[in-house]
C-alpha cells in the first residue's frame, strides 16, 4: 500500500513541476448537420509553473484578486481626475500652461 501513494504522490508532484495539457472537442450532428462544437483546453500545474509559462490570468481577476479591481478602479478613477485637470488648463497659443 505504501508504494502505491508514494507513486501517486511522485506523479502528482511530476504533474504539478511540469504541467498537462488534456484537449478535446466535442461535436453534435444530426444528419451531418453540425448543431454544437465544444473544445475543451484544461492545464493542469501549479500556479508557479503556470505563472512560468505567462499564465497567470487570476492575478488581475476580480474574483480571484479583489484588491486587484480596486486599483484598476483607481486607476480610472485618476485617469478621469487627470484628464478633468488638462481640460482646465489654459488653451494652446494663449496663456502659457501650468506646470
Do not use: C, Y
Not at 499564465?55 to 474574483?63: E, I, L, S
Not at 485618476?78 to 500652461?97: F, Q, T
Amino acid at each position: 500500500m505504501a508504494a502505491s501513494s508514494d507513486s501517486l504522490a511522485d506523479i502528482l508532484e511530476r504533474v504539478l513541476d511540469k504541467g498537462v495539457v488534456i484537449a478535446g472537442d466535442i461535436g453534435v450532428s444530426v444528419v451531418d448537420v453540425e448543431l454544437l462544437t465544444l473544445r475543451i483546453r484544461l492545464f493542469i500545474a501549479s500556479a508557479q509553473t503556470a505563472r512560468e509559462m505567462g499564465m497567470d490570468w487570476w492575478t488581475n481577476d476580480p474574483f480571484f484578486a479583489p484588491n486587484a479591481a480596486r486599483a484598476e478602479v483607481g486607476a480610472t478613477d485618476l485617469a478621469a481626475r487627470v484628464a478633468e485637470l488638462e481640460a482646465r488648463l489654459p488653451v494652446p497659443g494663449g496663456r502659457e500652461k501650468l506646470r
